[in-house]
Every structure is written in C-alpha cells, then in structure tokens.
C-alpha cells in the first residue's frame, strides 16, 4: 500500500464523513449539480475542494485540510473562487477544528452548505 500524506488522509476522512452527513438532505433550487471533489495544492497546505453548484449561483467550494504548522484541521468556504485556490475573503474566515474532531469539521461544512443553497442550518 502506498503512503499518503497525512493532509490528504484528513481530506478523504472529513469528506466522507460529510458525505454520509448529506444523504437525505434535500438542496433546494434549479439543477443542483453532482458534487465533485479535486485536489489543491497552494505551496503550503494540500488536500481536497468540494465543489457545488446550482443555476444561477457561484460555485461553492469547501476544502478541508490539515494545517502545516499544526494538528489542526482547517475547513475554507468560499463562493466564486477561482483555480480552486481560496480568495483572501474565504482564507480569512476559515474555520479551524483540534486533531481528530473529524465529525465536527464535517458538521460546520454541513451547515454551510445548507445555509448556502437553503438559506438555513440543520
């Protein structure tokens, strides 16, 4: 088995967690499109971006990583940006969670991603 680096692995375990927190949530508006995931890399932090969308808004984009200089699980949420990096605006407002609080990570990305498309949290 190939090793991974360990950002990736916090990436694969806060998206999956999330995915199973979605099942059964209905996103609300025109064609909701089949989330997909890509990797980003920004010279510091890797991992993956969660990309959302629907017609007539900006894409959504949550990525989830682990911090370089830390244990800490880092999720960004931001709306339009592009080369899946995160504009300054997301970057500033991430959301930083201890080591291991993998099911609170996926919860806070959860909420936005409610919030984004229903105007409400769940």
């Known amino acids: 088995m190939f090793k991974k680096q360990h950002s990736i692995v916090v990436s694969e375990i806060v998206f999956n967690i999330l995915e199973r927190q ?3 949530v209905e996103l609300k ?3 909701v499109c089949e989330p997909y995931l890509e990797t980003f890399y920004n010279c510091r932090e890797q991992g993956y971006v969660l990309c959302l969308w ?3 808004k900006s ?3 949550i990525w989830a990583f682990e911090n370089r200089n830390s244990d800490e699980i ?3 949420v931001g709306t339009g940006d592009s ?3 995160p504009m300054d605006e997301a970057w500033r407002n991430r959301q930083c969670f201890h080591y291991n609080e993998f099911y609170e990570a996926a919860e806070y990305a959860k909420k936005q991603i409610i919030k984004y498309f229903n105007g409400e949290e769940k």
Request: no cysteine; proline share 0%.
């Open 22 to 24: 979605l099942e059964g």
């Open 29 to 31: 508006g025109e064609k």
């Open 54 to 56: 629907r017609s007539g």
């Open 59 to 61: 894409e959504l984009n």
């Open 74 to 76: 880092v999720i960004v």
């Open 83 to 85: 080369d899946n990096l």
